[in-house]
């Protein structure tokens, strides 16, 4: 088992929400994310969110569990996130990590040198987030869904997503750059902040709608 860290992560989540602002050509993204989102609920029809970049190691990893814990948090639990890659690498560390620092929880559900699967949970957990890398069309995420792209290259890379029922663009800057600075952590930091950030807003305009 990862060791396990005592942040509470409705603090977390909260605070990176108030501490600091979104552009509003964000906001604009972050907005029409919200809106497809409260419609798809309003006519009562499946809501899956598919984060998706590259190698499903980072960015696409963080949204989904942001994204999930959003749906307790707000109280939206018929929607439900995934992620994946256009290719399957593994849940990198240094992404563990940062989470941890948010307050979550990791065990090895499966133990794998190349891609371990993780059971991620966080304080009043009532359904763990199964985290582990895996490629966007993977039978284990659910069909049909809306397909929010985290990187360029994931987004140029994917023209068409057949399962697809919308499509987002959301890129956040790749952390992996920092892997060899000194401020790695730090800066990961800033990246899981800025998620947390822009899910929290999606989220609290969906949950307005009703």
Not at 9 to 17: I, S
Not at 79 to 106: C, D, H, M, P, Y
Not at 109 to 124: G, M, W
Request: positive net charge.
């Amino acid at each position: 088992m990862l060791k396990s860290v005592q942040i509470d992560t409705q603090h977390f989540f909260e605070e990176a929400y108030l501490t600091s602002t979104i552009s509003e050509e964000r906001k604009k993204i972050l907005h029409e994310i919200a809106a497809f989102i409260s419609e798809k609920i309003a006519q009562n029809e499946p809501v899956n969110l598919n984060y998706i970049c590259t190698h499903n190691s980072r960015r696409s990893q963080l949204a989904q569990v942001w994204s999930s814990y959003a749906t307790t948090f707000f109280n939206l639990p018929t929607i439900r996130s995934f992620s994946g890659g256009t290719s399957a690498t593994s849940f990198n560390r240094n992404t563990v990590k940062t989470l941890q620092e948010a307050g979550f929880n990791f065990q090895i559900l499966e133990f794998s040198h190349q891609n371990p699967v993780y059971l991620i949970t966080y304080k009043n957990c009532k359904k763990p987030i199964v985290g582990y890398s895996k490629r966007y069309d993977c039978q284990k995420n659910d069909k049909p869904f809306i397909a929010i792209t985290t990187c360029a290259k994931a987004a140029q890379n994917c023209p068409f997503i057949v399962d697809a029922v919308k499509r987002f663009h959301l890129p956040f800057n790749d952390p992996e750059k920092f892997d060899s600075n000194s401020q790695m952590l730090e800066n990961y930091l800033k990246i899981n902040t800025q998620i947390a950030r822009e899910i929290y807003t999606v989220f609290k305009q969906i949950k307005s709608s009703f």
